[in-house]
């Protein structure tokens, strides 16, 4: 780590033979990195991160490396664990006062869902959750085991796919790679639009002739003073701008509308955290620690509020016990005086109706004396009603008796008038069937004359066309007066009919 003169710093320590944590963090803090300030450059400091991550690994790959059946090669391996150091989080064990390094579910999930969308295959979520579960924490050699066993296409892939892919993460988490893709970029000199390969990190955004080119081809410092912004030209475009005091405006041109929007994002993403000494990843790793802390925290205390809340209402629960106990044998002596009141009442009530029922035979003795004098001078009213109703019986039945012999009377008389009746109803039917004889008679009268007639005017009209001299007066008079002659029909008693 080109790093001098630090094992000074162990002659305080030269009285024991090994080192506690916090001894060796103190000796690494004081002795060893003593030389850094607030003032050391990034690049320092991540090749100082880079130095300590390959002491470590040439510590502990051994134990990495013989595996099973491997699937990922060394330098994939090594990357993992550079992005599962950056990732994981200390544990303490307080019963062997140890240190473990591991790794909470949600990053692992993380790692893993990029891996699978690199790789081209489907994350699924839910199975990973349960598989979260039920290993809680995942130490490196856990995390390693998972990857390649569930997340590597199950040895369907070749190597360079999934060395690729790797890469692609180590960019992603080590060397903070927020994004990186082909853009067209106006010159500076000549203003056509060349394409090149972006790689953009933050504080600075580096351009290569192409992906595979190790050399940059130009690099942009970012900073706070810098901006990014859309080609303002009323309609969608691929065009936009980055703003430095370096190099001015660099118009820059995206594959497509949705690619600009990303890389505009990305862009305001380097330039807000272009002044951090933390790498990006590093903190948003952080954020995400602080945020399950904060929900771990807030679940203990919701766990602690509830565990008061038991307590007290355990402890209301015993006391409204107590109470309730009170409550009993109070109820119970009110019960005994409620007893001992109803006999009392009981006593009194029974005095009470010995004198009421004296009293009721006193009065059912008067009442009965009295009712037996009601009930003679009621029999006297109903004899003397008895002899007034059979004299009124006598004289309707007298009236009854005299209605009757006139009522049959009546229908004497009404009989003989029904013979009378019938009599002119037999004489009135002889003169309607006269009537109407007659009548038949006169109608086929008239029918006959009718044909007469015609008949006549039919022969004279055969004549006339037979004939060519004009007829004289007399000739034509007589079927005139013929057609002239009125018919008189005998009038017919509209009573008779």
């Not at 990029?114 to 490196?140: C, K, N, P, Y």
């Not at 037979?466 to 009573?495: G, H, W």
């Amino acid at each position: 780590m080109d790093l001098y003169n630090v094992e000074k710093g162990l002659d305080h320590y030269q009285s024991t033979s090994s080192l506690t944590f916090e001894q060796y963090l103190y000796y690494l803090q004081k002795e060893v990195f003593s030389s850094i300030t607030d003032s050391t450059s990034i690049q320092t400091l991540r090749s100082l991160e880079e130095g300590i991550d390959k002491i470590c690994w040439l510590v502990c790959k051994k134990s990495y490396l013989e595996r099973s059946h491997p699937v990922f090669e060394y330098n994939s391996v090594y990357q993992l664990f550079r992005i599962f150091c950056l990732l994981a989080e200390t544990e303490t064990d307080a019963i062997n006062s140890t240190y473990m390094i591991k790794m909470h579910g949600d990053e692992v999930a993380q790692v893993a869902s990029h891996l699978v969308t690199s790789l081209g295959l489907q994350w699924d979520a839910a199975d990973f959750s349960a598989l979260a579960e039920a290993i809680g924490m995942f130490r490196f050699s856990t995390f390693l085991a998972v990857l390649e066993s569930k997340y590597s296409g199950g040895g369907d892939l070749d190597t360079i796919a999934l060395t690729e892919a790797i890469d692609d993460l180590y960019q992603l988490y080590i060397e903070n790679v927020i994004k990186k893709g082909y853009l067209m970029k106006k010159g500076f000199l000549l203003p056509t639009l060349r394409s090149f390969w972006f790689v953009l990190r933050p504080g600075e955004l580096v351009y290569y002739k192409d992906s595979q080119q190790k050399e940059p081809s130009g690099l942009i410092q970012l900073h706070t003073n810098c901006w990014a912004d859309i080609v303002n030209n009323g309609k969608p475009d691929k065009k936009f701008i980055l703003s430095t005091p370096e190099h001015k405006c660099i118009e820059l041109v995206a594959e497509d509308h949705k690619g600009r929007l990303q890389w505009l994002a990305a862009l305001q993403i380097a330039i807000q955290y272009s002044g951090e000494k933390i790498c990006y990843q590093r903190f948003l790793a952080n954020d995400r620690r602080s945020l399950r802390q904060a929900m771990k925290q807030e679940k203990e205390e919701t766990k602690l509020e509830l565990q008061h809340e038991r307590q007290a209402r355990i402890a209301a629960e015993s006391q409204a016990k107590k109470l309730e106990a009170l409550s009993k044998e109070e109820e119970a002596r009110v019960q005994e005086l409620e007893v001992v009141k109803q006999e009392l009442e009981m006593l009194l009530q029974e005095e009470k109706q010995a004198l009421r029922d004296e009293e009721i035979v006193r009065n059912l003795q008067a009442r009965v004396l009295r009712e037996e004098w009601e009930k003679r001078e009621q029999l006297e009213k109903l004899q003397q009603e008895q002899e007034e109703l059979l004299e009124t019986e006598k004289m309707k039945r007298l009236e009854f008796q005299r209605k009757q012999q006139e009522n049959e009377r009546q229908l004497e008389d009404a009989e003989l008038r029904l013979k009378q009746l019938q009599v002119e109803k037999e004489h009135l039917d002889s003169e309607l069937r006269v009537a109407r004889e007659k009548i038949k008679r006169t109608e086929e009268a008239q029918i006959l004359l009718e044909t007469q007639i015609i008949t006549r005017q039919s022969n004279g009209n055969r004549i006339r066309r037979t004939q060519s001299y004009i007829p004289n007066v007399k000739e034509i008079n007589f079927p005139l007066q013929v057609e002239n002659r009125k018919i008189t029909i005998p009038k017919t008693d509209s009573n008779t009919m």
